[in-house]
C-alpha cells in the first residue's frame, strides 16, 4: 500500500487536506483556490471523473502535490495533468487497464512520483505493448496490488525512463515463470536491461517459487548502483543477483 507522509513541523508547505467534502462545495472551492498551495489532499471525497477534470482546470500553478486515495477515478478523463505536479497519488481507485494506458498519456514531464497501488489495473489479460513511456525524470514508481501479472510485468518494464530509482510491484500476481512445457516466459538469453538508476525493485506477495526467483533474476540486467531486490522476506543483493545469476547460466548451458 501507498502511505505518503506528510512533511514534518519544520517543513510547513503550504497545503490543504480536504476530506469529505461536497461536489458542489469542492466545486465552488476550486474556482478560488489559495494562489500559493503547494500540496492539495483529497482523500476519501469519491472523485469521480468529471469531477477531478473540473479540479484539474481549476488547479493553482503552484500545486505540486497532488493526492487523491481513494476516491472513484477510472482514469478516463479529459484533462491533461498539469505540467506543475511531481507527486501524483491515485491509489486505490477504480482505475483498470485502458485507464491505466490513459492517465500515462496525460502525466506532466517533470513527474517525480508517481502511484497507481490498489488499483485494478489488469496486465494479465490486457495488451500493454502500446503503453506509453514513462516520463523521463520519474524516480518512482509504486504499482502494488494490482492484476500485472508476468506480461503486464515485461512491458512495463520497456516503458521505464533511465531516471527510475524504485519500482513497487507488489502482489501483483507474478508468477509461474515456466509453463507446463518447461519454457520459460521470461527470456534468460536475452535479458531486460532495467533502469541505470535503479535502486530497489520489491516484488513480495507473487507467490513466487524458487525457480520463479531464479528465472526471474536471470532475466533482468541490474545496473551496478543497485541495492536489493525485496521478495517477502528474502533481500538480494547486487552480489546474491550476481551469484544467481551464474548458477542459472551454468544450469542453461547448452
Given at each position: ?55 484539474l ?35 486505490g ?54 492484476t ?49 538508476s ?19 533474476i536471470?532475466?533482468l ?5 543497485f ?15 550476481l551469484?544467481?545469476q551464474?548458477d ?7
Amino acid at each position: 500500500m501507498f502511505f505518503y507522509n506528510p512533511p514534518g513541523p519544520d517543513d510547513k508547505p503550504e497545503g490543504i487536506n480536504l476530506p469529505n467534502i461536497s461536489d458542489d462545495g469542492l466545486k465552488v472551492l476550486s474556482e478560488s483556490w489559495p494562489k500559493n498551495i503547494k500540496e492539495l489532499r483529497l482523500v476519501g471525497d469519491k472523485i469521480n471523473n468529471e469531477l477531478f477534470d473540473f479540479i484539474l482546470n481549476n488547479l493553482p500553478k503552484s500545486v505540486e502535490n497532488l493526492i487523491l486515495c481513494n476516491n472513484n477515478i477510472d482514469g478516463i478523463f479529459y484533462e491533461k495533468l498539469p505540467e506543475n505536479i511531481r507527486v501524483l497519488c491515485i491509489a486505490g481507485n477504480h482505475i483498470a487497464a485502458d485507464g491505466f494506458k490513459r492517465v500515462i498519456k496525460k502525466l506532466p514531464k517533470d513527474l517525480d512520483v508517481l502511484s497507481f497501488e490498489l488499483n485494478l489495473i489488469d496486465g494479465k489479460n490486457e495488451r500493454f505493448e502500446d503503453l506509453d513511456l514513462f516520463p523521463k525524470k520519474l524516480s518512482r514508481l509504486f504499482l502494488s496490488d494490482n492484476t500485472i501479472g508476468i506480461n503486464g510485468f515485461k512491458n512495463i518494464l520497456k516503458k521505464l525512463p533511465n531516471s527510475l530509482e524504485i519500482l513497487r510491484l507488489n502482489r501483483n500476481d507474478i508468477n509461474n515463470l515456466m509453463n507446463s512445457t518447461n519454457n520459460l516466459k521470461l527470456d534468460i538469453r536475452n535479458p531486460q536491461k532495467l533502469p541505470d538508476s535503479l535502486k530497489e525493485l520489491h516484488l513480495s506477495g507473487n507467490d513466487m517459487s524458487k525457480e520463479d526467483i531464479a528465472i526471474l533474476i536471470s532475466s533482468l540486467i541490474f545496473p551496478e548502483n543497485f541495492n536489493k531486490l525485496v521478495i517477502d522476506n528474502h533481500i538480494f543483493n547486487y552480489g546474491d543477483i550476481l551469484g544467481c545469476q551464474l548458477d542459472m547460466a551454468l544450469a542453461f548451458k547448452d
